[in-house]
Structure formats: C-alpha cells, structure tokens
C-alpha cells in the first residue's frame, strides 16, 4: 500500500493512502487530535492504578508515544496495539514526531517500533507494550482493557471495522467503567455504542479540528 507524508496543520505529520483517499490522522492537526482525544480524553480519564490500554492500528505509532510520554510522568501504562499492515521502516525513519517532545523521550520513538511484535516489550519504567500484527476482525479478544483507542480508518472507507459485532467485540473486553474514545462523532456510530451498552458522550473534538468526538462508558 503506498502512502505519502504530509505535513498536518499544527506541524506534526500525518500519512496519506492515495488508495483509499484516507489520512492516517487529522489534516488539521495530527500530534493536537491524538493528543486531546486518546491522551487526555481516554487515558488521562481512566481511574485504573496501571491502565491496560487496547490501541486498533497501530500505524505510525503516534498515539503509542504520547502514552509512553504520558506514562514517564509516573502511572505505568500496559499498551496493546493491533496492527494489520504495519508500515515500512522507511516510512517510520521519516516520521519527525520527536521534534515535539522533551529530549529525554527522543530515543523512545525509535524503541517502539524497535519493540518485537506479537509479545511484551517494557520499553521505559512505566511503559509496556505488545504490538501485534493481526486483524481486529476475527480476533477474539480474551484480555480485559481499562481504555480502548478506537483509531481504524473512517467508517466510509473502512466500514468493516465499525460494525455491531466488532463494538460488541470491543464492549466485551472493556472492564467496568472502562473507556472507549474515538475521533468519529457519526450518529450512526453513536448509536451502535449505545446498543453495544455504553453510555456515550458527545464532547468537543481537538481546537483547530472536527466538531465532536466519542467517549463510551462501560
Ligand atoms: C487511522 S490509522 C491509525 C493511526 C495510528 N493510531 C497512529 O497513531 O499513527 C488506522 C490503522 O488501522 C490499521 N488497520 C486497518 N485495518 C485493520 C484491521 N483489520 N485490523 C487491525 N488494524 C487495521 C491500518 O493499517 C492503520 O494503521
């Protein structure tokens, strides 16, 4: 699958899929959209002591760096990311996603995607991750989650990610409370959370970006 680079609003890069005519983040903002919606609009808001985070696409591997950033400030996260097409590593060696950070944290970004697939990695003191190259949709999840970042590509172009049983799918492996934070704010996803049990909350999207966002609770 091709992708190009391109360089979002607010500096920070994101990928373009000429194939599906589909960015991996935000155009308005790629570091500003994961930074408000899965940073301080998911995990900053879960009350587990050491979150277990279930991230759906991997990618680049933004969001995976800004909890790692965000667990360095002390609360241990445990990250699972599923990834069906992982990127190239030429791809990754031209994401500048360091440049936004404190310089302590520079060599992490290069670490997770150092990090080996399919199995536990502590990259820092606080952060854990396993990557796994898989496909969400016939995965049957045996795990619990405190936190899902839903991150597929839109419903439009991806519709079989984003269809009641794969919610269900994901509803089952939340705990009590837990959290479900997505970038898309359409009815219809609305909807199908709150079939799949979860109270929904439509909450102001990243500045300079969309409208709303979703937060399901479990
Ligand atoms: C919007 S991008 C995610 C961006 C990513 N979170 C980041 O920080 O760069 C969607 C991701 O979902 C992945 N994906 C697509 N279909 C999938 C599937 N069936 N199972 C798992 N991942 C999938 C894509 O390859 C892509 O990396």
Known sequence: MEVRIQTTDDGSQTLFVPQMDEHYHSVKGALTESLHIFIRTGLNESKATEPRVLEVGFGTGLNAFLTLAEAEKGRTVHFTSLEKYPL?????EKMEYTRFVDSSLVPYYKAI?????????????????RKMETDLTPLVIKEK???IY??????EKQPEMWTPEIIGKIYDCLTPNGIFVTYCAKGVIRRMLQSAGFTVERLPGPPGGKR???????
């Open 88 to 92: 190239p590593h030429d791809i990754i």
């Open 150 to 155: 839903f991150d597929a590509f839109a419903p």
């Open 113 to 129: 995607h150092q990090a080996p697939w399919n199995t536990w990695h502590q990259v820092t003191p606080h952060f854990h991750l």
């Open 212 to 218: 709303e966002i979703l937060r399901g609770i479990k």
């Open 145 to 147: 989650y405190d936190v």
